[in-house]
């Protein structure tokens, strides 16, 4: 199923083992896996250019091999935009809500769907905030595959539990947060050893994979990697997937540079920005976080190990924001730029504008903020911040 030459290592302490779907931590200390690619394939941008624009433009980078069918929805080749308003500086926003389930984590979904189609299991589970749960019960019900999804009773937005039920997802709900639904789910794929459902969390790093193509598409569309990348941070996937992402183009001489890599949590739930600010060796967990944002409601990020490289190597930042800073973006993205997006995706503009005024980023720096999810996704949220918006305008203004 892999191409020659892919491998797993440990994140943590090295150890390096043959390439394994079921693989998933480190035989020898129990940290996570990444896959190790063993070159770029032959892949140059030119021929790439002629295929259509998304996750597969970049196959030779995918660790599957040739003759892998793909599990696909058209996903990536999302827009990138420049603003025009809401900053002054050289700004884009990559809107992930352009995807076929309305986030990014599709480009994850049809790597990790493909491998579980591959591997002729009856069917995948994962723990969700949302998104992840919408997406997994899309690709499944393509493949023809079950999907069994383990929720955080009365905490994920109305739009991706619709879209879970739609795809005919079996739902599973845990009284508790985020992180309570994925101890459950990492009891039964990894402490149990189950091997009838593929699991497909960001601790499995084979749908991290399809997630680097975000930098991919970057270098495609600007020529060269920007000077920062601002993603809101939850469980830590996806901004360890998209450090990946520049760290192999560099590697392979397929990128001149790399981008800064900017983290942003929300106040209430921000157990990474703690750990880096306090040079901490393991995890300052939260137990109990609080965010509008729901899908980055998460206070024990499996991936924080992968992330505070992704932060450290970069020579980039991890920063926190309140939900007042959250709304006002979230706002201004949809009124002044014509950008909807869920509220932990505005964390990104909001983490922009905290950067700048601490001085972390300066205006001049090209950069690209991560817009992970569409604004559809959490209907009460979004309604009712645009209610208080109105009512604020106190009908001041007749029609002329
Ligand atoms: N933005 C959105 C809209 C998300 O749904 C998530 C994560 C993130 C940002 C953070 O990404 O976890 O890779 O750091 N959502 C997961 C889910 C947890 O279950 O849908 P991350």
Redesign the pocket.
Same mark, same amino acid.
């Given at each position: 199923m892999f191409k020659d030459g892919v491998r797993l290592r440990c994140v943590a302490c090295g150890y390096a083992a043959e390439a394994d779907p079921w693989l998933f931590l480190c035989p020898r200390c129990g940290n996570l896996m990444e896959v190790v690619m063993p070159g770029a394939g032959g892949f140059d941008w030119e021929s790439a250019r002629r295929r259509r624009f998304g996750v597969w433009r970049y196959r030779e980078l995918l660790p599957l091999s040739d003759g892998v069918v793909p599990v696909t929805l058209g996903e990536g080749g999302t827009p990138l935009i420049k603003v025009a308003r809401v900053s002054s500086g050289s700004v884009f926003v990559k809107f992930?809500g352009a995807n076929p389930t309305g986030?990014?984590?599709d480009r994850g979904m049809t790597v990790g769907v493909t491998i579980a189609k591959h591997l002729g299991v009856e069917g995948v589970l994962?723990?969700?905030?949302? =998104?992840?749960?919408?997406?997994a019960a899309a690709y499944a019900a393509r493949a023809g595959l079950r999907c069994v999804v383990v929720l955080p009773r009365g905490g994920v937005a109305k739009g991706?539990l619709a879209q879970a039920f739609l795809h005919g997802a079996e739902i599973l709900e845990v009284d508790g947060v985020?992180d309570d639904a994925l101890k459950e789910v990492l009891e039964e794929a990894v402490v149990k050893g189950r091997r009838d459902l593929y699991p497909l969390?960001?601790y499995n790093p084979w749908r991290l994979e399809g997630?680097k193509t975000l930098a991919f598409e970057l270098v495609d569309e600007l020529g060269e990697p920007p000077d920062c990348v601002v993603?809101?941070? *939850? =469980?830590? *996937? =996806?901004?360890?997937?998209i450090w990946k992402g520049f760290r192999e183009l560099y590697e392979f001489g397929l990128a001149s540079k790399l981008p800064r890599m900017i983290g942003v949590q929300a106040e209430g739930a921000a157990p990474l920005v703690k750990t880096w600010a306090s040079r901490s060796n393991s995890l300052v967990a939260v137990e109990k976080p609080v965010t509008v944002?729901s899908?980055?409601r998460?206070g024990k990020?499996v =991936?924080w190990l992968k992330?505070l490289k992704a932060v450290d190597e970069s020579r980039g930042a991890l920063l926190a924001v309140s939900d007042e800073e959250i709304i006002k973006s979230m706002r201004d993205l949809a009124a002044l730029e014509g950008v909807g997006v869920?509220p932990?995706?505005a964390?990104s503009l909001a983490g922009y504008r905290k950067a700048l005024e601490l001085g972390v980023i300066d205006e001049d720096s090209v950069t690209v903020l991560v817009a992970? *999810?569409h604004a559809l996704?959490d209907p009460d949220v979004v309604s009712k911040f645009s209610d208080a918006a109105r009512a604020a305008q106190k009908q001041t203004r007749a029609l002329h």
């Open positions: 992930e986030s990014f984590k994962v723990a969700s905030t949302g =998104n992840t749960a919408a997406s991706k985020f969390n960001s997630q993603v809101p941070v *939850g =469980n830590a *996937g =996806n901004i360890s997937a944002a899908a980055i998460i990020p =991936n992330a869920e932990a995706s964390a992970t *999810g996704k």
